[in-house]
């Protein structure tokens, strides 16, 4: 089978992470493999923050799990030690798709370097609060930018999951 369809196939959401922080490598070729996520007219309107600093972290954690309404001590992004968040312009017709694009190609290319992920929600909410407004300033990125979604990376702590059967139906051919 070809390697990229294998990867498509074989990519599953990780929810036990080992705490070891992955390489410096295998972190930029996952960020840099997002910047080639296809976007409305090309624009490129989304952006990037890797976040790998534990204290930083961790407050984006307990926001997420604030607005999720879980019960403390549960962390969304089950222990992954870097948190990848995806913005975008939100003057941008497209930026739901753009961002949504960037996420699904992090997750590939973390499954290609080996690492494990999952997609995390809630970044919307978390950027359109006064908090997360301060943090745009603060990093010196433009207000009108919108979460999409946050991509949680890190090793496997356990076995991966087993890929579900596909449902009956799924596809649908119009010749």
């Given at each position: 089978?070809n390697e990229t ?171």
């Amino acid at each position: 089978m070809n390697e990229t369809l294998k990867v498509l196939e074989e990519r599953r959401s990780c929810r036990n992470f080992k705490p070891d922080m992955i390489t410096e490598d295998e972190l930029q070729q996952i960020l840099r493999a997002g910047t080639y996520a296809a976007t409305g007219m090309g624009k490129q309107s989304p952006i990037i923050i890797a976040v790998t600093k534990k204290e930083l972290r961790d407050q984006f954690a307990e926001e997420n799990r604030k607005i999720m309404g879980a019960p403390e001590g549960v962390d969304p992004f089950y222990g992954a030690p870097v948190i990848a968040l995806v913005l975008a312009d939100g003057s941008k017709s497209t930026w739901g798709e753009d961002g949504t694009n960037v996420l699904c190609y992090l997750m590939l290319a973390a499954k290609a370097c080996d690492v494990s992920s999952v997609w995390v929600h809630r970044e919307k909410e978390i950027f359109d609060s006064e908090e997360g407004k301060k943090l745009l300033k603060q990093w010196n990125l433009p207000e009108n930018l919108r979460g999409v979604g946050a991509v949680a990376l890190g090793y496997l702590e356990g076995e991966e999951p087993k890929a579900a059967p596909r449902k009956e139906g799924y596809i649908v051919e119009v010749r």
